[in-house]
């Protein structure tokens, strides 16, 4: 049984999480900056995924402004879409969430969720492609507090974040290609 879970751990670490830290993104977006990375300079924790969305990036952003917690608004332009500065996204029952550091409709969305285990920024860029698509690039970048607690939160957001944002982006993706 030992060797089976140093196998499975060992495969987890030397195939699977290289591919999810990255999934879909070029070197060019894993290492090139984003907005929000001033924020957690020197994170435990960095993933950097992309699809590319067969839409503009006017058509992407009201489903990124959605899944992000704001609802969309029936027949509201891109730019009047939900989000300011400050607003806060609520995740949890405690009325904790992220909070809207900037935002560059329809091309930036930055998010930031300051913890008691941990400082987490989701950065999400729509940049237009030369055939009129959309390049989505999502990042995620998290600085734990030292101890457990935070250990812990960087070993549950380890996979945890990977399957949430792939879903999210798929997501986005689909609707924004069924309403273009």
Request: glycine content about 10%; hydrophobic content about 40%; some cysteine.
């Given at each position: 049984?030992?060797?089976l879970?140093?196998?499975?751990?060992?495969?987890?670490?030397?195939?699977?999480r290289?591919?999810?830290?990255?999934?879909?993104a070029?070197?060019?977006?894993?290492?090139?900056?984003?907005?929000?990375d001033?924020?957690?300079?020197?994170?435990?924790?960095?993933?950097?995924?992309?699809?590319?969305?067969?839409?503009?990036?006017?058509?992407?952003?009201?489903?990124?402004?959605?899944?992000?917690?704001?609802?969309?608004?029936?027949?509201a332009?891109?730019?009047?879409?939900?989000?300011?500065?400050?607003?806060?996204?609520?995740?949890?029952?405690?009325?904790?969430?992220?909070?809207?550091?900037q935002?560059?409709?329809?091309?930036?969305?930055?998010?930031?969720?300051?913890?008691?285990?941990?400082?987490?920024?989701?950065?999400?860029?729509?940049?237009?492609?030369?055939?009129?698509?959309?390049?989505?690039?999502?990042?995620?970048r998290?600085?734990?507090?030292?101890?457990?607690?935070?250990?812990?939160?960087?070993?549950?957001?380890?996979?945890?974040?990977?399957?949430t944002?792939?879903?999210?982006?798929?997501?986005?993706?689909?609707?924004?290609?069924?309403?273009h």
């Open positions: 049984m030992l060797r879970a140093v196998g499975a751990a060992a495969g987890y670490v030397l195939a699977v290289p591919w999810h830290l990255r999934w879909g070029d070197d060019g977006e894993v290492y090139g900056e984003m907005a929000g001033d924020i957690v300079r020197t994170p435990q924790y960095q993933a950097t995924r992309a699809i590319t969305v067969d839409a503009s990036p006017a058509a992407v952003w009201p489903w990124v402004v959605q899944l992000g917690g704001a609802p969309a608004q029936e027949g332009t891109t730019e009047q879409q939900g989000l300011k500065v400050g607003d806060t996204l609520r995740s949890g029952p405690d009325g904790a969430g992220f909070v809207v550091e935002t560059d409709p329809p091309h930036t969305l930055v998010l930031v969720h300051r913890g008691e285990e941990a400082i987490t920024t989701c950065s999400i860029s729509l940049r237009e492609l030369d055939d009129g698509r959309t390049r989505m690039v999502f990042r995620v998290i600085k734990a507090v030292p101890g457990l607690s935070g250990t812990l939160y960087l070993a549950r957001m380890d996979l945890a974040d990977f399957l944002v792939r879903r999210q982006m798929q997501t986005i993706k689909s609707h924004a290609e069924s309403s």
